[in-house]
């Protein structure tokens, strides 16, 4: 036993001693040299950090350390994610002094940067007589459309096609898109940086996962809230208030997917509401569209008004900084004033189909409706109730608190699910939906593919030559635009394609910084994602589950029926704007 702690004792020794005879070479090594520091940052056109970018320092225009051979590539660092760079270079006085230093910016998918001329000053004495210079340098690059461009390009339209046509599931056409982008880096653009779209660490950085983790978390809890019945509960509800009249029915279900998916989000509400309205329909004897198709214009139109009721909406507000409050307060009363004008259309569109409807005996349907739709576990309701009621209370004081709303989020579900002690295994199995959390993630690689290529460059330079800095058609083009583009793609990808631009544009256009532009997209990307059958998730959700119980609806005949209240609300909404801002 001695012997082991003897021997013990003598390894621990010997491993201090080469530890500190080391330490004492580097130092010695150091010690007395004199450095240059070399420190600064790499940008784009429009002020954005560039990683990734190779930094060469020059000696009287030659590489430094010189160059050994020809065949040898010249001494390079790279940027950081926020595009700061620090290089340290041990040299003599007599080259700091007399020496012309300057450096080359390079990057994939941007021109060469020219010499840089550096200015070098002396920073002072260190240990032992040695000297600190400093440079500090911001180096701009310009875009170039080089075969990184049109590769991306390629990949970002076909992409864009197999998910607006359905020839491939999105979150397929997602996840293909993404990984030959990283392919074609990863092999072609090992050989020639042409062909170098992002590596992988741009990759993760262009995923946005406080997005990711929001609607993680908000699915956990709607999961948790749905087995007390409490949103069937809200259905029949409304039937009870609508005493047989159906334009009051349609009217007070429209309403309550409005609230409903401001609160949660509008592809969970339609998810929970869409088999009650089946069985309404079916009992009333007429088409469940006369509901069904309402009801997805209140989810989009309702959803509208706070960060967490759309995707988009989500999107935007991570991206920019806003807040549930931001939100509330900026969209709540053009949401209010499209409801309202919705459920007049209703009437002039649906009008026949409500006077058909046959409600023979009021009472006793309302009795049926109360027996098979009522509240199942109160005691699950009022503790869930209580623990969403908390969350929503952190998302209106997340700007506050300076907390990102995921973190609520993520609290409020693992609280649920402690509190009412449901088995999280099968949570994550059947209530979140993976595959559009996975769709999400693929997404933005894409679209960050498309932003390190340049082609969100190009699109926010047309915006702007076009707007000529006047702010009130820079809002009329981003409102319209993203409303017709959302009704004809999803417009989950169309705003996160956006997003850039639109932080492009409030940077270049006079009086864009009250964030206006910020509304346009989200009102023009949830609003006219009602125009087309595929415009919205929540669309393709709601009409696949009716066309799975017997009821199916063409693309025609939903844009017959929506797209006219679509141009309202962006007629609404364009009023709205310019006479607020």
């Not at 003897?6 to 080469?18: G, R």
């Not at 309701?381 to 709303?405: N, Q």
């Not at 999280?424 to 933005?444: A, G, N, R």
């Not at 609404?572 to 801002?581: D, G, K, Q």
């Amino acid at each position: 036993m001695k012997f082991r702690v003897s021997f013990t004792f003598l390894l621990v020794a010997l491993s201090s001693i080469v530890f500190f005879v080391r330490i004492s070479s580097a130092n010695t090594a150091v010690q007395g040299q004199n450095v240059l520091v070399i420190q600064g940052k790499v940008i784009d056109s429009s002020g954005n950090s560039l990683s990734a970018a190779r930094i060469a320092p020059f000696l009287n225009g030659k590489p430094f350390p010189p160059v050994v051979s020809e065949n040898a590539p010249e001494k390079s660092y790279e940027t950081e994610l926020n595009g700061l760079f620090r290089i340290e270079i041990p040299t003599t006085v007599e080259s700091l002094k007399s020496g012309k230093w300057g450096l080359k910016v390079t990057r994939p998918s941007f021109k060469p940067s020219p010499l840089v001329p550096l200015k070098v000053f002396d920073d002072g004495t260190s240990e032992e007589g040695a000297h600190r210079w400093i440079s500090n340098q911001l180096v701009q690059l310009e875009w170039m459309r080089s075969t990184a461009f049109w590769i991306t390009l390629v990949v970002f339209i076909g992409i864009y096609v197999l998910i607006a046509f359905e020839i491939m599931h999105r979150t397929l056409a997602a996840i293909l898109g993404a990984a030959v982008l990283l392919m074609v880096t990863y092999t072609f653009g090992h050989f020639n940086d042409a062909y170098k779209v992002l590596n992988y660490e741009q990759a993760l950085h262009c995923v946005d996962w406080n997005v990711i983790f929001l609607l993680m978390g908000m699915m956990i809890i709607v999961g948790v809230l749905k087995v007390s019945g409490v949103f069937q509960w809200l259905a029949y509800k409304s039937f009870q208030v609508a005493r047989g009249n159906i334009y009051v029915l349609a009217s007070a279900l429209c309403l309550v997917t409005a609230f409903i998916s401001a609160c949660l989000d509008n592809v969970t509400t339609m998810l929970l509401l869409t088999p009650v309205t089946l069985e309404i329909a079916l009992v009333l004897k007429v088409s469940p569209f006369v509901f069904l198709v309402p009801e997805i214009l209140a989810s989009n139109f309702g959803g509208t008004a706070t960060l967490i009721g759309d995707p988009p909406n989500i999107i935007i507000g991570s991206y920019a900084g806003l807040t549930f409050n931001n939100f509330v307060i900026n969209l709540t009363p053009v949401v209010v004033a499209v409801l309202i004008a919705q459920i007049i259309y209703n009437r002039f569109v649906y009008g026949a189909d409500y006077h058909r409807a046959k409600v023979e005996d009021t009472p006793k349907m309302v009795s049926f409706l109360k027996e098979k739709y009522r509240i199942t576990d109160s005691k699950l309701l009022y503790v869930g109730g209580s623990v969403l009621l908390g969350v929503i209370a952190l998302f209106v004081l997340h700007g506050f608190l300076r907390m990102e709303v995921s973190v609520a989020a993520l609290f409020g579900a693992a609280i649920i699910v402690l509190l009412c002690r449901m088995d999280i295994v099968e949570l994550l199995e059947k209530e979140i939906e993976w595959s559009s959390l996975i769709f999400f993630i693929m997404l933005f690689i894409v679209v960050g593919a498309a932003e390190q290529t340049g082609i969100l460059q190009v699109l926010a330079d047309w915006i702007k030559d076009v707007c000529q800095g006047r702010l009130w058609l820079a809002v009329i083009v981003v409102l319209w635009v993203s409303g017709f583009a959302s009704a004809i793609i999803d417009n989950i990808p169309y705003t996160a394609t956006m997003l850039p631009i639109i932080d492009f544009l409030n940077k270049e256009i006079p009086g864009a910084e009250s964030g206006v532009l910020w509304w346009a997209l989200a009102l023009g990307a949830c609003f006219g994602g009602n125009g087309t059958i595929i415009g919205a998730s929540a669309n393709v959700v709601t009409t696949g589950i009716a066309e799975k119980a017997g009821y199916k609806i063409s693309f025609l005949e939903f844009m017959k029926q929506a797209a006219p209240i679509t141009i309202i609300s962006l007629i609404i909404s364009t009023l709205f704007l310019l006479v607020r801002y």
